[in-house]
């Protein structure tokens, strides 16, 4: 009973403000840096300092192996997903005509926190694994196209970069439709322009990748090993995408 008197009484001062606690609490789950938690304690490597330099789990799994790129790949996603399903709840009541707002809203602070850490002067990862679970909860059906646009175009080409994006203009256009007309009115508002914002924006950290491949320098994805980082070191920048 003290515990639930204690949340009423918190919820109630600050429920004026709950858009603020909503969007600081889910940039703070999305700015924790796993990539790098999980190269440095469990490897002793400084991800930022082999492959592409990037935290994501791309570069961890090229430089690193297959098992550490899973695990940041795993862990990125739950800090996409867990941040939209329970931090709203927190500030919002689920039956509030703002909630499905404050969903959007923690969803895109949690993906900002992934790609700009306050931790690591705002240099973080490109966002595929922390998008990939805030739309999963924002709009499971257009998740299952955006996955099988990257696996598609994946298994085609083996470049990540250029899956992602697939992946990322897949969600956008299945959401639209999925949507439909209620993509304009006062309830799903938000959510359709999650549904161009989001995507233009994994876009946008892509757009190197998108010169390489354009020039035809993209390299394809493999597995690495601690024993290639050295090798990996020497042609960062070339040929990453980073989740």
């Known amino acids: 009973m003290s515990l639930l008197l204690l949340y009423e009484t918190v919820h109630s001062m600050f429920a004026d403000y709950f858009w603020i606690f909503v969007a600081a609490c889910s940039y703070l789950a999305g700015s924790v840096p796993f990539g790098l938690l999980v190269a440095k304690l469990f490897t002793g490597t400084d991800i930022r300092k082999v492959g592409s330099g990037n935290i ?74 922390t998008s990939l679970g805030v739309i999963l909860v924002l709009g499971p059906w257009s998740t299952l196209v955006a996955v099988i646009g990257f696996a598609l175009t994946f298994l085609l080409t083996r470049i990540v970069a250029l899956s992602s994006i697939v992946a990322a203009i897949a969600f956008g256009v299945a959401q639209f439709i999925q949507l439909g007309p209620a993509a304009f009115t006062q309830q799903k508002w938000s959510l359709a322009a999650f549904s161009i914002a989001v995507p233009l924006l994994i876009i946008i950290r892509h757009w190197s990748n998108l010169g390489r491949i354009m020039r035809g320098e993209e390299k394809k994805f493999s597995f690495g090993s601690r024993k290639k980082s050295a090798t990996a070191e020497s042609e960062s920048g070339n040929g990453e995408s980073a989740s």
């Open 56 to 129: 994501g789990a791309t570069n961890v799994a090229r430089t690193l192996g297959a098992k550490w790129g899973v695990l940041v790949l795993l862990l990125d996603a739950l800090k996409g997903l867990l941040p939209v399903l329970l931090i709203p709840p927190l500030f919002v009541s689920p039956e509030s005509p703002a909630f499905d707002h404050a969903r959007v809203l923690s969803g895109v602070a949690t993906i900002l926190g992934h790609m700009f850490p306050l931790w690591l002067g705002f240099r973080g990862g490109k966002g595929v694994a």
